[in-house]
């Protein structure tokens, strides 16, 4: 089994910063990708930023130079480092990772979500 708990989510005025973590534990033999995604009130859930195991980062357009991704592979944790938040930023972030299990199983593992809201 495979959990994901994110952490550092909160209230901040436009032009702060937060950091977001999120760490897997269980029975993890390798993960690959490691994802942040975000849903605002009413929206579809997108994609704000992944990283693959060989530490490429990809942002999505709208957090491009206000963002940055990163990964401690050895913590099994991912990092968001959201500095320059606007009034859209604000949702439900989500990190997603590609687990391999020690029983060779590979599945998309969620956490449960960690609320940002950047008031203006």
């Known amino acids: 089994q495979v959990q994901l708990v994110e952490s550092g989510g909160g209230l901040v005025q436009a032009g702060g910063s937060l950091r977001l973590s999120c760490t897997a534990s269980?029975?993890?033999?390798?993960?690959?990708?490691m994802t942040w995604y975000r849903q605002a009130p009413g929206k579809q859930r997108e994609l704000v930023a992944s990283?693959?195991?060989?530490?490429?980062?990809n942002y999505a357009d709208s957090v491009k130079g206000r963002f940055t991704i990163s990964r401690d592979s050895g913590k099994n944790t991912v990092f968001l480092q959201m500095n320059m938040l606007k009034p859209e930023d604000t949702g439900v972030y989500y990190c997603?990772?590609?687990?391999?299990?020690?029983?060779?199983?590979?599945?998309?593992?969620w956490g449960q979500g960690t609320q940002v809201t950047v008031s203006s």
């Open positions: 269980g029975t993890i033999l390798h993960i690959s990708a």
């Open positions: 990283i693959t195991s060989g530490a490429i980062p």
């Open positions: 997603n990772a590609r687990v391999t299990t020690t029983n060779l199983r590979t599945k998309d593992q």
